[in-house]
């Protein structure tokens, strides 16, 4: 652990999407907070879901927002939800295309599941909104 090393070619473009999506802010807080007990761990991430999953060609950042949203919804992450309903300022998607997915995820995934995502959506705008001076 802690052994420095080359990233990968892979490595850098995943950290560049990732930056894109998430933001340098929310980035370099990760990065600081990142140890070497964890940073193998950042370093997959950044290698594997951003730079192999996130810079595919095929499908733009606004789909591959919305998928995310309806996966992590589904599967309970709030975290990552909200995370990502943040990063949707960065992709593309629309307030109207996460009630889509999250519409999807009622009918998929079951209503308890779409209606925290529904309400963790609703908190996130609401701060979005007060940082930009939004109504």
């Excluded at 995943?14 to 340098?24: K, Y």
């Excluded at 943040?86 to 997915?101: M, S, Y």
């Excluded at 519409?103 to 963790?120: D, F, M, T």
């Amino acid at each position: 652990m802690g052994e420095l090393h080359q990233p990968s070619r892979r490595y850098r473009e995943g950290l560049a999407v990732r930056r894109s999506v998430l933001g340098d802010a929310h980035v370099d807080r990760a990065e600081r907070a990142s140890t070497d007990f964890d940073r193998p761990f950042q370093e997959l991430i950044t290698e594997t879901a951003w730079g192999n999953l996130w810079a595919r060609p095929g499908w733009t950042k606004r789909e591959r927002s919305m998928v995310t949203l309806a996966l992590l919804a589904a599967l309970g992450h709030d975290e990552e939800v909200a995370m990502h309903v943040r990063a949707t300022a960065n992709t593309g998607a629309t307030r109207e295309d996460i009630c889509e997915a999250f519409l999807h995820v009622a009918v998929y995934a079951g209503v308890p599941a779409a209606n925290q995502a529904i309400k963790i959506a609703k908190q996130v705008f609401a701060e979005m909104d007060a940082e930009s001076g939004a109504k």
